[in-house]
């Protein structure tokens, strides 16, 4: 690739820096990406403990299949073809704990029938749930990098079906819900932030699955980074780990580079924030710049939960559960002083062979906070009580298990625990939030500026700059602000995939 003589420095080394690392080289910049941890990902993250690797992000990716939505995206950032995805029957089951259960089939068809026969008083609405999921399986999202040419015809598709989009976007998960009599499916639409989202994000989500274009990638959602970070090397760029950012160096109202914690200073013709939002208009950049838009967000825009992972090494093969558990407990779980669950999700990994060594299941649960300020305090101030307090919510964690499998905890070899604290101490993210900005009903796909008013060669990409997050929010921010820079420096913008569309069949779990 002939080298255009500029250089792009992109703050942090998660999805969104590791795209826009690709999408530059592409156009001919050199490049270097400053993540300050040892490893690439930030919120695309797994970590090994004894034999087992714990998830915390991927459940699904969209994109996942040839010639699907997003799929075309992932070509240009990566080999997305090497990866192995599996395609579950039943996306989740919510359970009770007097016994009854629900599975909900990724398969409209299938999905339709059990609902029909578990709530059947509740036909319209399990019709109209069906009926949306198979109208919006071709939906094609705009994509504000391709213009016109390159999405007239997905709008054109997509005509017949804006009336049901207009009223999904509008309407939240929990109103959604309240159209049920049934509590299992009242209680899906509205546990936690699904509830607070509007009710497109669900229906799309059960949609592309139900299309086979959200699979889980054999490895998780490493497996996809390492794969952008194969690219980065292949096109000659360079990623340092360990090289946290503290200060963008401004001169002029122009960003001429950053200086490292280490005192080093790194300079570019561009400087890309790809890190935390808050850290980057705040702290990296002083709160210097920053427009109306952008205040009244960090100002009154709600973020995404933080959360507690518990992992555990379970010496049991658990291939006989469904991938995903949501239970709705019978006595709710006290997490910390401002926060109750009512119910708990387990992920049984035993789909991914490279998890857990065979006969042997990793499994996670997740606990929702938005009470970060306490475990960070927790952690700082007293680590015995920290230590403490993650020791009982696992305790808690397995006991759910327990009276679920009876003898499950005599299983379980390996226990881990992280919490906001960790989420905020490994990626930064503000607030320890999963995703971001959570977006609401009747905002739209609305995306913050990727610039700040009067500062010059800088662009922010990412979950911050793209409310409801996900990993598309990477490359899908990263594409225009690279071709922004493109344009502003009159180069080409030639981004094209050059790996082939292998039509292969994703394998079911
Ligand atoms: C529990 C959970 C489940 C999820 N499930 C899914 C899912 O199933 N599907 C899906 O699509 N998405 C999912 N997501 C969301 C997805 O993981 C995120 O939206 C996405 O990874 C965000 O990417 P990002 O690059 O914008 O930000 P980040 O991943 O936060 O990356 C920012 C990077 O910047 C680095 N950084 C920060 N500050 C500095 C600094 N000062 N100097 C240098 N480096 C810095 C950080 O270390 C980090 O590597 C999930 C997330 C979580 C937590």
Known sequence: ???????????????????????????????????????????????????????TCLHWLVGSRPGGEFHEMWQEVCDI?????????????????????????????????ELLAHAPQDEAPIRALTHGIRS?????????????????????????IFPLLSRLTKMSGKEYGSRFSDSMLRNFFSMGDVGKLPAIAMVLSLAWMGAGNAGYCIGGSQALIRLIEEKIAALGGKIRYKARVRRVLVESDTAVGVQL????????????????????VFELLGGRYIDPVTQKQ????????????????????????????????????????????EHLGFRFFHFDPTFAPVGKTAVTCILPTRNFRYWNELRRNAPMAYYSAKNRIAETVIGVLERRM???RAAVETVDVSTPATVMRYTGNWCGSQEGWLFKPGDGMRM????????????????WIMPGGGLPSGPMTARPTVKAICRADRVRFDVAAETPVHEEEAVGV
């Open 298 to 341: 960090y100002q009154q825009g709600e973020t995404f939960a933080s959360y507690l992972q518990v992992s555990l090494g379970v010496a049991r093969d658990l291939s006989g559960e469904p991938p995903m558990v949501s239970r709705i407990l019978e006595i709710p779980i006290v997490v910390d002083p401002e926060t109750t669950v």
């Open 1 to 55: 690739m002939e080298r255009n003589g500029r250089k792009i420095v992109i703050i942090g080394g998660g999805i969104a820096g590791l795209s826009a690392a690709v999408y530059a080289l592409k156009c001919g910049y050199d490049v270097e990406v400053l993540e300050m941890h040892d490893m690439a990902g930030g919120l695309a993250m797994s970590w090994k403990r004894g034999d087992y690797t714990f998830e």
């Open 81 to 113: 073809e090497k990866l192995t995805f599996v395609d579950p029957e039943v996306f989740a089951r919510i359970e009770d704990e007097r016994g009854g259960e629900l599975n909900l089939y990724t398969d409209p068809d299938r999905l339709e029938a």
């Open 136 to 160: 919006l399986r071709k939906f094609k999202i705009v994509e504000p990098s391709r213009g016109l040419a390159g999405n007239w015809r997905g709008m054109l598709q997509d005509v017949p």
């Open 448 to 463: 913050l500026p990727n610039h700040l008013p009067g500062l010059k060669q800088f662009m922010m990409v990412g979950q």
């Open 261 to 280: 914690a280490n005192g080093e200073l790194v300079r570019g013709d561009w400087v890309v924030s790809a890190a935390d939002g808050h850290t980057t």
């Open 406 to 408: 009876p003898g499950i």
